[in-house]
């Protein structure tokens, strides 16, 4: 399986952030990537500057029958799309599409690393991952999401609120 996480933090010419979330994902479905799971809506501050707004994340488990590099064009695009623009790292923006997890294949070729470097260390991205694959382990560690959220911080692990709330996908 393939673990994608689309986050937003900036509102777009389509609307709020949510709104963002729910178009990238509907976007993904038309370009052939089959949609499987999809948590809820996840919100935590902005990591490094927290003076940025807040970011929305959701975790979406998806099948695609081509491969990492194609995905990930399909994924820029879609971030394209969208609007958004690449500026310094870990500027706010109007969506963002990582792959986190590819068939868990360990790769590191140009700008893309499999699995995503910082998966095992960021909230927004496992407690997503244990709502919708409990059992999904990571490719080098070997470790659960519930395992891997247990070795964050305190901090980190109070900074997240899972939102009553789903993307609106078009199937």
């Given at each position: 399986m393939i673990h994608l996480n689309i986050g937003s933090n900036l509102d777009s010419n389509f609307g709020s952030r949510f709104d963002n979330i729910s178009i990238a994902v509907n976007l993904l479905n038309e370009s052939k990537i089959k949609i499987k799971k999809i948590?809820?809506?996840?919100?935590?501050?902005?990591?490094?500057?927290?003076s940025f707004p807040k970011f929305l994340n959701v975790g979406v488990l998806v099948n695609f029958n081509k491969d990492y590099l194609s995905l990930l064009k399909i994924a820029n695009l879609i971030e394209n799309k969208i609007g958004r623009l690449r500026g310094r790292k870990n500027d706010p923006r109007v969506i963002d599409i990582d792959i986190i997890d590819f068939n868990g294949l360990i790769?590191?070729?140009?700008?893309?690393?499999?699995?995503?470097?910082?998966?095992?260390?960021?909230?927004?991205?496992?407690?997503?991952?244990?709502?919708?694959?409990?059992?999904?382990?990571?490719?080098?560690?070997?470790?659960?999401?519930?395992?891997?959220?247990?070795?964050?911080?305190?901090?980190?692990?109070?900074?997240?609120?899972?939102?009553?709330?789903?993307?609106?996908?078009?199937?």
């Open positions: 948590s809820k809506f996840y919100e935590t501050p902005s990591y490094p500057n927290r790769k590191k070729e140009g700008r893309i690393i499999l699995p995503h470097p910082k998966s095992h260390l960021r909230n927004f991205v496992l407690y997503p991952i244990m709502e919708i694959d409990p059992n999904w382990s990571h490719p080098i560690f070997k470790k659960n999401a519930q395992f891997l959220i247990y070795k964050l911080n305190q901090k980190s692990r109070i900074e997240i609120t899972r939102l009553n709330k789903n993307v609106n996908i078009n199937i």
